[in-house]
Each structure stands twice: as C-alpha cells, then as structure tokens.
C-alpha cells in the first residue's frame, strides 16, 4: 500500500488545501497572528502521516499518529 491511498492521508491534504486557500485571503494582521499557526497545524497532520507511514517499527508509527491526531485537534 502507498501513503497517497491512505484515505485519511487524503482527506489531511485536502483540508490544508483549503486551509491555505482561505488563509492567504486574510488581512496581514490575522495572517501573522493566527493564519500562520493555523496553516502549520493543518500541514502537520498530513506529515505526520507521512512521517510515521515510513517508519518501520510499528510503536513509531503509532506515535507519529499520535501527534497527527494532536494537529488536528489544534487546527
């Protein structure tokens, strides 16, 4: 199996896509106050994904879903 069929990998890029998106419309201040944590915590999920799927112990995996799960909740 590759990364890229991973549904919930998918769907991680997907929402940075859009987050992105809407970030970049904002003004300066809320850019460089908010926008800019809120686009790292979305790309954190997906490569936190990509990080773990790489790795070949299983607990390492798990951990790196771990962290993907708390960019989540972040964004």
Request: aromatic share 18%.
């Amino acid at each position: 199996m590759k990364l890229e069929e991973l549904q919930v990998y998918q769907l991680a890029m997907e929402m940075a896509e859009k987050i992105w998106i809407i970030v970049v419309n904002w003004n300066y201040f809320e850019k460089d106050t908010i926008g800019k944590q809120f686009v790292r915590a979305a790309d954190s999920i997906a490569a936190n994904l990509s990080e773990g799927f790489g790795r070949y112990f299983y607990k390492e995996n798990k951990q790196f879903c771990y962290y993907s799960r708390g960019s989540l909740f972040e964004t």
